[in-house]
């Protein structure tokens, strides 16, 4: 299975691999440093989050129509990553929420960058039968990466004596390396490139020329960004029962070990299976984590949600990508990628809000209880698109 995949794809998927590492790391640990170390509240956690991903999702569509315009995909690829590395010493540098906010926003127009072309390069260059597979191998690396990232957190913070900033510093140095991996590693291959267009032929009748089984792959990953919103609140949860400091960033581990070890596997089964049936188990399985982690129920409850988290992840987001690549027309699918990347990320700014909200104004489980009636939302629907035309048999949600 792994070596029938093209090298570009297992290059992204150890880009990603880095990346991640990097950014879990931060990731982990910055809630606390928001909360306990700069003074802010899950009110303005939740700003910050919903801000930074509103901000790169300024980002997606543009990345996404420009790489489809030059027919050139790695120049933004290694823009997006190295905007990334170059924002992770901020985090220890910063004094206060708003420093925080900067990095956080640079880091996420970074994300942006990168996310559309990379996806569209992995279509390019993956045949169709095995796209499944190769989005959930990147996807899968890219987690293992979210494994190492906490773990890596918690041994620093032991080692260092819990000291934030100096754990944060050592962020820097997978960030770096994912940069040198696409410089070295990635390659473009000729005739994969779509062909370049001069940009008079630019014009919103290429985001009407999309299909509308596009838009139903759209409306899906929204409602799931939506009923998913930043992991940051799965953090806190954690520390309101009662975790220590230090082991927080386990809980964020255990998660992506899930996701890792299951997003694969789960690229083979939607080749198989079907896109669409795979997206309605994963949903099901997140309705269940929301109402798990609602209750306060003692440790081995709230670690069975975390797990059914991650499980999800694996389920929906490798077969999301795997949708578009199907469904969108080769010259177009950087465009398709950055309308889906960019209403995914508004979709978060409205959740990250409402569960700051609801866990300022009322507590974590309304927080959570909310994520499982949005996800019941994108559940229903998922299974009404599976319902139209017959080409659900192929990519799960196509006319």
Known sequence: MFRSLP?????????SLCMDASSELIHSLLPLFLVAGLGAGAGVLGIVEGIAEATASLMRVFAGVFSDRVGRRKPLILAGYGLAALSKPLFPLASGVGAVLLARVADRIGKGIRGAPRDALLADVT?????????????????????????????????????IRAVLWVAVLPAALAVLLIVVLVHEPEDTRPAPRPAASLHRNEIAALPRAFWRVALLGSLLSLARFSEAFLLLRASDMGLAAARVPLVLAALNVAYALSAWPLGHVSDRLGRGRLMVIGLAMLVLADLLLA???????????????????????GAIAALVADVAPAPLRGTAFGVLHCSSAVALLAASAIAGGLWSAIGAPATFAAGALFALLALFAGAMALRMGPGCRGAGLAD
Request: hydrophobic letters at 55%; charged letters at 10%; glycine letters at 16%.
């Open 7 to 15: 090298r570009t794809v297992i290059a992204l998927g150890l880009v």
């Open 127 to 163: 045949p169709p039968a095995l796209r499944g597979a190769a989005f959930g191998l990147r996807q899968s690396l890219d987690t293992v990466g979210a494994v190492i990232g906490p773990l890596a957190a918690v041994f620093l913070m032991t080692m260092l004596d819990g000291d």
């Open 295 to 317: 209750l306060d129920a003692g440790c081995w409850v709230f670690g069975a949600g975390i797990l059914l988290w991650g499980l999800h992840m694996g389920a929906t987001q």
